[in-house]
């Protein structure tokens, strides 16, 4: 999958959007100016797939791809999450999962809804739900979602980000509207906010 990046050339400062691959590190790119800008990439998958969410939405204007993308962007950050926390718990116990074994592992979480609450216990025991209701922060965030409940927001991502996903993919459906992509790629931001923050929590937990 190709991912836009849009970075200011460093003589020119002519703001220029390029592709790379999901998986590099790395960008370089040359300017018409004839200077060729270089870096390293930070971002995780999760971020990467939801910047190419967010260009079909502004650029390419397709609504449909946006909320495809908008959703996978959410369930790879969970799924690098899963395969992060597993391995830290299971090396601590002396065990080693490789790719195939954390991936088979995963695949018994075939329900969204599952997923999200088995990787968000991952990281705090009592599930997302309760980890929002800890942090004043994010109850405030939420309060711009009032189509959420906090209470059931496990329900409301699958039913309100991932059933149109499944219908555009399933059923062939493509008649989204830019207000509708437009919420469903704000679920997924929002989802990516609370896995960030989760991670987080977890990490200093640890210290």
Not at 56 to 65: A, C, N, P, Q, V
Request: include cysteine; charge should be neutral; aromatic fraction near 12%.
């Amino acid at each position: 999958m190709k991912i836009p990046y849009k970075l200011p050339c460093e003589k020119c400062g002519k703001e220029i959007t390029t592709f790379i691959e999901a998986e590099n590190t790395s960008i370089d790119f040359k300017c018409d100016c004839g200077i060729t800008t270089s870096g390293s990439i930070a971002l995780m998958i999760g971020s990467k797939i939801m910047a190419r969410a967010i260009y079909e939405f502004l650029t390419m204007r397709d609504y449909s791809m946006t909320i495809v993308l908008a959703a996978m962007a959410f369930e790879c950050e969970m799924s690098r999450l899963f395969k992060k926390w597993v391995r830290i718990g299971e090396s601590k116990e002396g065990y080693f999962f490789d790719d195939k074994a954390v991936e088979v592992y995963l695949r018994r979480y075939s329900d969204i809804e599952t997923k999200i609450t088995e990787v968000s216990k991952l990281m705090f025991p009592t599930g997302m739900t309760e980890f929002i209701k800890s942090r004043s922060d994010l109850i405030d965030i939420l309060k711009g979602f009032p189509s959420l409940s906090i209470d059931k927001i496990h329900t409301d991502f699958k039913e309100k980000l991932f059933w149109p996903r499944n219908a555009i993919l399933h059923n062939g459906k493509s008649n989204y509207d830019e207000d509708y992509a437009s919420r469903c790629l704000n679920y997924a931001k929002l989802g990516l906010v609370l896995l960030d923050q989760m991670d987080k929590h977890k990490r200093d937990s640890l210290i």
